[in-house]
């Protein structure tokens, strides 16, 4: 939690936000990813300073675990003065004790952005999904929490000013607005309207921008005319040499295929699983885990 201190901006964390997306589909399933297509309603988790501190964090909670689907799962909830920004204990369940920071107290329309994190530890825990490392498993969680529609909330705790800051999470704020735009851009919504955070409603863009930029590399038919005449330059190269590296950036990559024709690899723009199809000119690829339909021009 950054209080009143630096806030790092631009995207350090991106690849491994990307392999979590990519690992979030392969452990839920498109199917289930589907479920989760309406996202947190900020009224279901709004909190006034007139409600009772612990009861309307209880309530926040029992939205968040519903907004999850763990329907047997109990949260207790708690404050005590911290340096994170929260805690759970992460038992056998069916209860889990969660500790806020007693800056909550005070800050109370936070509570639901910092419960949406630690409850979404609960949830990778019954998955058994994790990654290896305290700063890569945060950053999962981080993650999913956006990609299955509470870390919007996460984003709209990001306030900063000439002489104050406040973010919550391990993302960036254009890293959540990355995730975000992901989601957004899946399954058709627009979580600006419920930024209070102008901040906020300025990292997101940024995400967008870059989430955008994914489904506009080549060898996708909706690539730029640079990238376009980039990409075939490097098919020619490859063409005549068998196999050729391209610049380190590229998203795409070249390989013969025995006797075969060439073929190149590429990301998914949805889910980031690489998808291998052969160099023959309009191609339409479906990709087997996100099942995103892709025209190409390889």
């Known amino acids: 939690m950054a209080n009143d201190g630096p806030v790092e901006h631009g995207y350090p964390h991106l690849e491994t936000v990307r ?21 947190v309603a900020p009224a279901d988790v709004a909190f006034c300073d007139t409600d009772d501190l612990y009861l309307g964090a209880q309530r926040v909670a029992r939205e968040l675990v519903r907004h999850y689907r763990l329907p047997d799962a109990r949260l207790i909830v708690s404050f005590r003065a911290m340096t994170h920004a929260a805690n759970v ?11 806020l920071n ?31 490392g305290v700063r890569e498993n945060e950053i999962l969680t981080d993650t999913v929490t956006t990609y299955l529609g509470a870390g919007w909330l996460l984003l709209d705790a990001y306030r900063e000013d000439a002489t ?35 901040q906020a409603y300025t990292a997101y863009v940024k995400g967008l921008a870059r989430a955008r930029r994914d489904e506009q590399q080549p060898p ?17 190269h490859a063409q005549e040499h068998a196999r050729v590296p391209v610049e380190a950036g590229t998203p795409y990559s070249f ?44």
């Open 255 to 298: 390989t013969p295929d025995g006797h075969g024709p060439l073929r190149v690899s590429f990301p998914c723009p949805t889910c980031h699983q690489r998808i291998r199809v052969p160099v023959r000119g309009r191609v339409r690829a479906r990709c087997g885990l996100c099942r995103t339909v892709l025209e190409c021009d390889t």
């Open 89 to 99: 204990e992460l038992a056998a369940g069916p209860e889990y004790f969660v500790e």
């Open 19 to 39: 392999a979590a997306i990519t690992a979030l589909y392969r452990r839920l399933s498109y199917d289930t990813i589907q479920t989760f297509s309406a996202s």
């Open 164 to 198: 104050s800051s406040q973010k919550l999470g391990y993302l960036t704020p254009e890293e959540f607005g990355y995730v975000l735009a992901k989601r957004a851009l899946l399954f058709g919504e627009d979580p600006s309207v419920w930024f209070t955070s102008p």
């Open 102 to 132: 007693d800056r909550f107290r005070t800050h109370r329309r936070d509570i639901g952005a910092a419960l949406a994190h630690e409850i979404m530890h609960v949830y990778l825990h019954r998955l058994d999904l994790s990654f290896p």
């Open 220 to 236: 996708l038919t909706a690539a730029g005319w640079a990238g376009r005449r980039r990409y075939a330059r490097d098919r020619r």
